[in-house]
Nanobody, 114 residues
Framework: QVQVVESGGGLVQPGESLKLACAAS??????MGWYRQAPGKQREFVAD???????VYSDFVKGRFTISRDNDKNTVYLQMTRLKPGDTAVYYC??????????WGQGTQVTVSS
């Protein structure tokens, strides 16, 4: 059985930091990453990372967010710094196998507000 579980969301003030974690189990995931969806908007790509450590970022988080991965734990992290109100969204973890199967977590809410 595949499970993808995010954690670490919360309410922070602008300029603060937050670290998200996503633990996946039940498959070998060659690529794991993060998407986000703000109210009234489409889900958008944030960052992802391969099992070999190759990371890709969207332009709007470059220099502020860092994705990392612990392959032994099948866990991916998203360290978010200098958060802005525009980063407010539900953050979803996406995990993909080598055969192209994709699994999503239930999401974790990140709210940036003063």
């Amino acid at each position: 059985q595949v499970q993808v579980v995010e954690s670490g969301g919360g309410l922070v003030q602008p300029g603060e930091s937050l670290k998200l974690a996503c633990a996946a189990s039940g498959r070998v995931f060659v690529r794991m990453g993060w998407y986000r969806q703000a109210p009234g908007k489409q889900r958008e790509f944030v960052a992802d990372i391969t099992s070999s450590g190759r990371a890709v970022y969207s332009d709007f988080v470059k220099g502020r967010f860092t994705i990392s991965r612990d392959n032994d734990k099948n866990t991916v992290y998203l360290q978010m710094t200098r958060l802005k109100p525009g980063d407010t969204a539900v953050y979803y973890c996406k995990s993909a196998t080598s055969l192209g199967s994709v699994y999503w977590g239930q999401g974790t809410q990140v709210t940036v507000s003063s």
